[in-house]
């Protein structure tokens, strides 16, 4: 008999002396006991099938072949799986196009957005001047507005000014109004960074604004990441804003106002519904996973770092 | 199929406008320039500069809305009464001139085909209050979970961070068809559990019920990633010291977890009412039978402004909203203390 199979069966007869404890006493310092881990994992699981379920329903439909699509099944890998859906949204429709649409709008209006953001959070982190509260009641208070409320005159003030049926438009209201909300995570986080490191740096010949660009910036890298992200994501999925200033014009569809085509027809196009929701979701995730990293770190809220 | 043309107009569409809004806020900031550092040499030139980009912003997109609004709330400025509002649409004609009457419509007449104002808020507040509870409820409790040492710890993280990080609209056209009576999985599976297929798109309370189901699914991973970064802020050692005095963990997790995660959570939950109560996407997606009665304030107004085109009764509705939240969020921060430091 090896020694690791006598240390085992001595663990074991250790064991079965304590009962069933092995399973309710924390075998290190600081670790849960089994049975808790057990129910832990449990409960983990069972959130994340729930967290995952509809993303992998949206597999297994975008996979299924024509014939198969108003199946009702709950199989994950359907019968005759096929890649036609997506070759059919990425070659045969206008779902590129849409893509390559939002994708420059959503880059241009989040780093247009995170520098005017990035700059007045600034402002409003390190000088008091007069107006300074009313500016940050002011907005906070744009958070309350409903976004549907200012669609009406912004449209009109849009056509007046020509920017209707264009991209110029969109891009100005998505990066200013992604303004408000960014300053406050900004201006939050670098309330968190001594303002000693400046005042160093300022002592050592950097101007004003070299100390916030060479100091505190880079210093604030995780905020301006999750920043960046939530005005991406927010301009990446907008719909009435986009429906109601580019109108109707097919070349400059975004693409959830392109993917609602596909949800006239509601039966036949299922299978394309889904391999474009999955198509959408892939550089979102991208960005996502990439930037995750800050998501804890770099979310302030209410000047208490996250 | 990719159209290079139309995909060249696009970018260059967009770069063209970046290129426009970087020139124009440069010969902004020479002109602060020459006027504040130059000639007035103010101590405050560069908050100065560095805000002005971004008020002018503000100014023309909240500010000059928001008047054009309050003027037309005073109007009968309708698709039928198109009537120019006059220099910048901020003077009033005259002729379509009704004073306060829409705020008194608002109130005493329906706001949508049937339903008025006073269902349309009682529905807002019972989606608001159950939506945001779940939220913290479930987001809490998966962040204490998650916050020990665990195996796998990263891979739940990425897994239940996924209903965040896919668009939303997206997974609202899933989520709908996914409801279908016939062929949508929530009626499969319950039908594995034995359960009667439910009407959910159909039915009014099967509708709301779905709609917060989404709308929990959407927002648990938000609240969960909030709280995980107050846990991890708190100290590992006063748990340590707790357990040298000998307290429970149900002990130490009143007196340290709750206070320790409470100026996370407060303003958390201030963001998570805004983001309920003004959400707009998920009562319009999953409600496609236009059920009046799986509608919340804000798609009313949506209604109200865009499919029946009743631009001066929207826009007091739309200010009689703004009212509800703007009374709720100075009861809740002065109770809380929610935006305690955001001022210093």
Same mark, same amino acid.
């Given at each position: 008999? &090896?020694?690791?199979?006598?240390?085992?069966?001595?663990?074991?007869?250790?064991?079965?002396?304590?009962?069933?404890?092995?399973?309710?006493?924390?075998?290190?310092?600081?670790?849960?006991?089994?049975?808790?881990?057990?129910?832990?994992?449990?409960?983990?699981?069972?959130?994340?099938?729930?967290? *995952?379920?509809?993303?992998?329903?949206?597999?297994?439909?975008?996979?299924?072949?024509?014939?198969?699509?108003?199946?009702?099944?709950?199989?994950?890998?359907?019968?005759?799986?096929?890649?036609?859906?997506?070759?059919?949204?990425?070659?045969?429709?206008?779902?590129?196009?849409?893509?390559?649409? &939002?994708?420059?709008?959503?880059?241009?209006?989040?780093?247009?957005?995170?520098?005017?953001?990035?700059?007045?959070?600034?402002?409003?982190?390190?000088? @008091?001047?007069?107006?300074?509260?009313?500016?940050?009641?002011?907005?906070?208070?744009?958070?309350?507005?409903?976004?549907?409320?200012?669609?009406?005159?912004?449209?009109?003030?849009?056509?007046?000014?020509?920017?209707?049926?264009?991209?110029?438009?969109?891009?100005?209201?998505?990066?200013?109004?992604?303004?408000?909300?960014?300053?406050?995570?900004? @201006?939050?986080?670098?309330?968190?960074?001594?303002?000693?490191?400046?005042?160093?740096?300022?002592?050592?010949?950097?101007?004003?604004?070299?100390?916030?660009? @060479?100091?505190?910036?880079?210093?604030?890298?995780?905020?301006?990441?999750?920043?960046?992200?939530?005005?991406?994501?927010?301009?990446?999925?907008?719909?009435?804003?986009?429906?109601?200033?580019?109108?109707?014009?097919?070349?400059?569809?975004?693409?959830?106002?392109?993917?609602?085509?596909?949800?006239?027809?509601?039966?036949?196009?299922?299978?394309?519904?889904?391999?474009?929701?999955?198509?959408?979701?892939?550089?979102?995730?991208?960005?996502?996973?990439? *930037? &995750?990293?800050?998501?804890? &770190?770099?979310?302030?809220?209410?000047?208490?770092?996250? | 199929?990719? +159209?290079?043309?139309?995909?060249?107009?696009?970018?260059?569409?967009?770069?063209?406008?970046?290129?426009?809004?970087? $020139?124009?806020?440069?010969?902004?900031?020479?002109?602060?320039?020459?006027?504040?550092?130059?000639?007035?040499?103010?101590?405050?030139?560069?908050?100065?500069?560095?805000?002005?980009?971004?008020?002018?912003?503000?100014?023309?997109?909240?500010?000059?809305?928001?008047?054009?609004?309050?003027?037309?709330?005073?109007?009968?400025?309708?698709?039928? /009464?198109?009537?120019?509002?006059?220099? #910048?649409?901020?003077?009033?004609?005259?002729?379509?001139?009704?004073?306060?009457?829409?705020?008194?419509?608002?109130?005493?007449?329906?706001?949508?085909?049937?339903?008025?104002?006073?269902?349309?808020?009682?529905?807002? %507040? $019972?989606?608001?209050? %159950? +939506?945001?509870?779940?939220?913290?409820?479930?987001?809490?409790?998966?962040?204490?979970?998650? /916050?020990?040492?665990?195996?796998?710890?990263?891979?739940?993280?990425?897994?239940?961070?996924?209903?965040?990080?896919?668009?939303?609209?997206?997974?609202?056209?899933?989520?709908? =068809?996914?409801?279908?009576?016939?062929?949508?999985?929530?009626?499969?599976?319950?039908? %594995?559990?034995?359960?009667?297929?439910?009407?959910?798109?159909?039915?009014?309370?099967?509708?709301?019920?779905?709609?917060?189901? =989404?709308?929990?699914?959407?927002? %648990?991973?938000?609240?969960?990633? $909030?709280?995980?970064?107050?846990?991890?802020?708190?100290?590992?050692?006063?748990?340590?010291?707790?357990? #040298?005095?000998?307290?429970? =963990?149900?002990?130490?997790?009143?007196?340290?977890?709750?206070?320790?995660?409470?100026?996370?959570?407060?303003?958390?939950?201030?963001?998570?009412?805004?983001?309920?109560? /003004? +959400? $707009?996407?998920?009562?319009?997606?999953? /409600?496609?039978?236009?059920?009046?009665?799986?509608?919340?304030?804000?798609?009313?107004?949506?209604?109200?402004?865009?499919?029946?085109?009743?631009?001066?009764?929207?826009?007091?509705?739309?200010?009689?909203?703004?009212?509800?939240?703007?009374?709720?969020?100075?009861?809740?921060?002065?109770?809380? +203390?929610?935006?305690?430091?955001?001022?210093?």
């Amino acid at each position: 008999m &090896s020694i690791q199979t006598r240390q085992m069966l001595e663990v074991r007869e250790a064991r079965k002396e304590r009962g069933w404890h092995w399973l309710t006493r924390p075998p290190h310092r600081g670790e849960d006991p089994r049975l808790k881990r057990i129910g832990i994992h449990i409960a983990l699981i069972v959130a994340a099938l729930i967290a *995952v379920f509809p993303v992998i329903r949206v597999f297994g439909t975008a996979l299924r072949p024509g014939n198969n699509l108003l199946n009702p099944t709950l199989e994950i890998i359907p019968r005759g799986a096929t890649l036609d859906a997506f070759h059919h949204v990425l070659f045969e429709t206008n779902l590129p196009n849409w893509l390559l649409n &939002s994708l420059a709008i959503t880059m241009g209006t989040a780093s247009v957005g995170l520098i005017l953001a990035a700059t007045s959070a600034y402002a409003f982190s390190r000088y @008091k001047f007069r107006g300074r509260s009313l500016g940050l009641t002011f907005l906070f208070a744009t958070q309350l507005i409903p976004g549907i409320m200012l669609l009406v005159p912004i449209f009109l003030l849009a056509a007046q000014l020509k920017l209707t049926g264009t991209y110029q438009g969109l891009v100005i209201a998505y990066s200013v109004t992604a303004i408000p909300f960014s300053i406050w995570i900004l @201006k939050g986080y670098y309330d968190t960074v001594p303002i000693e490191l400046e005042e160093a740096a300022r002592i050592d010949g950097c101007s004003e604004f070299q100390a916030f660009r @060479k100091v505190l910036l880079p210093l604030s890298l995780p905020a301006l990441a999750i920043v960046f992200l939530f005005n991406f994501l927010a301009a990446w999925g907008e719909f009435f804003t986009a429906r109601v200033l580019i109108g109707g014009r097919e070349e400059l569809l975004t693409w959830p106002l392109g993917i609602q085509r596909f949800q006239a027809q509601f039966q036949t196009q299922w299978a394309d519904l889904s391999a474009s929701a999955i198509i959408v979701s892939v550089p979102i995730v991208i960005l996502f996973v990439y *930037v &995750s990293r800050y998501l804890v &770190s770099g979310l302030t809220l209410g000047g208490v770092k996250g | 199929m990719l +159209n290079l043309g139309q995909a060249w107009t696009a970018i260059s569409d967009v770069a063209w406008t970046v290129a426009v809004l970087v $020139i124009g806020v440069a010969i902004l900031e020479a002109i602060l320039w020459l006027v504040f550092v130059k000639w007035r040499k103010s101590a405050l030139s560069l908050p100065i500069m560095l805000l002005t980009p971004a008020i002018i912003g503000l100014l023309v997109l909240y500010v000059y809305p928001l008047l054009w609004e309050l003027n037309v709330s005073f109007t009968k400025m309708g698709i039928r /009464n198109f009537v120019d509002p006059g220099f #910048l649409g901020l003077t009033s004609d005259p002729q379509i001139f009704v004073g306060l009457d829409n705020y008194r419509d608002v109130f005493t007449k329906p706001v949508l085909k049937q339903t008025g104002f006073y269902q349309l808020f009682a529905q807002t %507040v $019972i989606w608001t209050v %159950v +939506n945001v509870t779940l939220h913290v409820v479930l987001g809490v409790a998966l962040a204490l979970m998650m /916050n020990r040492r665990l195996r796998g710890r990263t891979v739940y993280r990425a897994l239940l961070i996924l209903p965040w990080a896919i668009p939303a609209f997206a997974s609202l056209q899933i989520w709908r =068809t996914e409801f279908n009576f016939q062929y949508g999985a929530v009626n499969q599976l319950l039908g %594995v559990v034995g359960i009667a297929p439910v009407q959910w798109l159909s039915d009014p309370i099967w509708n709301f019920a779905a709609m917060i189901l =989404t709308n929990v699914w959407l927002g %648990v991973p938000f609240m969960m990633v $909030i709280t995980l970064g107050g846990l991890q802020s708190i100290s590992q050692d006063y748990y340590e010291a707790a357990e #040298l005095d000998g307290a429970s =963990t149900a002990q130490s997790f009143r007196a340290i977890t709750v206070p320790l995660l409470k100026p996370v959570l407060v303003p958390a939950i201030l963001l998570g009412t805004f983001l309920t109560f /003004n +959400n $707009i996407l998920v009562p319009f997606f999953i /409600n496609q039978n236009e059920l009046e009665t799986s509608d919340i304030l804000v798609t009313a107004l949506y209604r109200a402004a865009f499919q029946f085109s009743r631009y001066g009764f929207a826009a007091a509705f739309a200010f009689v909203i703004f009212a509800i939240l703007m009374i709720f969020t100075v009861f809740y921060v002065r109770k809380t +203390n929610a935006l305690k430091g955001a001022y210093e």
